[in-house]
């Protein structure tokens, strides 16, 4: 590429990173830039839509991949090469293990070798299944003889240095199916990381993190959730049932077809069930040519609720049987494209019982896209952007180069606000 094109609308090509989200009800690719102290500037995004069951079907998956691609490098001006790709389901899952190591060889004191060496043999100790693959391997505290909680030994002195790390499985299929559609869109993958550990990189604060908290991502057919604890990972968990089965609920409790009752669920939809009067209701259109009903959103709330109580009960459950109940100082946050029900912060306060419980969605970005990219169904595009940020520094990418730029900013601002419109 000739040199003057390089710094075009001051982007940098050797700065900037994309995330893709594979939901199962969109595709959003978001492109950003790394600023200095690992900020990160938002400079464009595609967000189309994947009709229900597409998700499961390579070739809509990449004509989809394409087009949000094709929006994103239009609202950019850049070119997209290589992406950071969310992964969540229940074909995840994570695993605990621990090592020890003896630090003679290191002559008593904790080197980086060292702590790559107990981390690495904890990995290797986990009987992990034939057709799983690790895409993340998250360390706990160190234990240094006897002395727990250390977040970072390097230079301490002693004879045996501990580790507790959290694996991240993904099944290998997935994994090639992923890397099937990327590559289909003449993508690379530059990296897989676990959807709600995204999601905690543009939803949470750091002294949530620190005080301990769970996300909770529900989107449309899968509920996802990390725990962090003293800044670290320490559970991941993945639930397949969101917001389309409530859907369906829907469409099956009002007898009506699927699209009219996603309108329904989104126009009149809550899972709040006081307050509400038989008298208010809305028209359910019939199937086949039947005529169309009255319904009151009283009766609505009662099968979202149901739903919903379901799906958040499953995420409690689980995490008391983990012992998580009550330790977490932070609480619970909630994001995902389902969190938008109206009633959800109320529903899951009352089952996660004295625990706090806040919605969330990307924090405003550093600069470029604020409002727009500021929904909970962006939690995990926007995510992977600052999780590439935290993870992939720029002298790294300066050798592999992720994007180049195609052309002027400037010039294509008039096509991108109208592109945009679609997405508010
Ligand atoms: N205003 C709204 N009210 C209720 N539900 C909503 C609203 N907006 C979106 N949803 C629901 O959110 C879900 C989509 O959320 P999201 O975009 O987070 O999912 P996804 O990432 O595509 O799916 P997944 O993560 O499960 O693969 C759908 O079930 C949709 O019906
Ligand atoms: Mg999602």
Same mark, same amino acid.
Request: glycine share 10%; proline share 4%; with cysteine.
């Given at each position: ?69 094709? /929006? +994103? ?5 850049? &070119?997209? *090469? #290589?992406?950071? =790709? ?7 899952? !994570? ?103 995204? /999601? +905690? ?5 750091? &002294?949530? *993190? #620190?005080?301990? =908290? ?7 057919? !899968? ?202």
């Amino acid at each position: 590429m000739a040199k003057e094109e390089e710094n075009i609308g001051g982007i940098d090509p050797a700065r900037t990173i994309v995330g893709l989200d594979i939901g199962s009800s969109k595709i959003g690719v978001f492109i950003g830039q790394l600023e200095e102290n690992n900020k990160v500037r938002i400079l464009g995004f595609g967000n189309p839509p994947l009709k229900k069951g597409d998700a499961n079907e390579l070739e809509a998956t990449v004509q989809a991949l394409k087009k949000a691609v094709g /929006d +994103a490098e239009l609202s950019s001006g850049v &070119d997209v *090469k #290589e992406v950071y =790709v969310g992964v969540a389901g229940s074909n995840i899952r !994570s695993v605990a293990s621990q090592a020890s190591i003896p630090l003679r060889e290191f002559n008593g004191v904790v080197t980086k070798e060292a702590m790559k060496r107990v981390v690495e043999q904890a990995s290797q100790l986990v009987q992990r299944p034939a057709d799983m693959d690790i895409i993340h391997v998250l360390p706990g505290d160190y234990v240094l003889d006897e002395r727990g909680g250390i977040k970072n030994p390097q230079g301490m002195e002693g004879t045996s240095l501990s580790v507790e790390v959290q694996l991240v499985l993904a099944q290998k299929g997935i994994v090639r199916n992923i890397s099937k559609a990327v590559e289909g869109a003449e993508l690379t993958v530059k990296g897989l990381v676990l959807e709600p550990l995204a /999601d +905690a990189c543009c939803v949470l604060e750091n &002294d949530e *993190k #620190e005080l301990g =908290v769970a996300i909770i991502d529900i989107g449309a057919t !899968s509920t996802d959730v990390a725990v962090f604890k003293e800044d670290k990972v320490v559970y991941t968990v993945s639930f397949d049932i969101a917001g389309n089965a409530i859907t369906s609920d829907i469409a099956i409790g009002l007898t009506t077809p699927m699209d009219r009752a996603e309108e329904i669920k989104k126009m009149y939809g809550t899972c709040r069930r006081s307050n509400l009067l038989d008298e208010v209701t809305f028209t359910v259109p019939g199937i086949g040519g039947r005529p169309g009903k009255d319904c009151s959103r009283k009766h609505l709330a009662y099968i979202i609720y149901c739903r919903m109580n379901e799906i958040l009960m499953k995420v409690h459950d689980d995490l008391k049987n983990k012992g998580f109940d009550g330790s977490l100082g932070a609480g619970i946050v909630i994001t995902g494209g389902t969190s938008l029900l109206e009633g959800t912060q109320e529903l899951a306060e009352k089952i996660f019982e004295r625990t706090p419980v806040r919605l969330g969605a990307p924090r405003k970005p550093d600069e470029g896209f604020s409002e727009i990219v500021c929904m909970p169904t962006h939690s995990t595009g926007v995510g992977l952007l600052y999780y590439a940020a935290l993870n992939d520094q720029p002298k790294e990418r300066r050798e592999t180069r992720t994007t180049k730029i195609v052309g002027s900013v400037g010039s294509k601002l008039g096509r991108i606000w109208s592109m945009l419109k679609n997405y508010i």
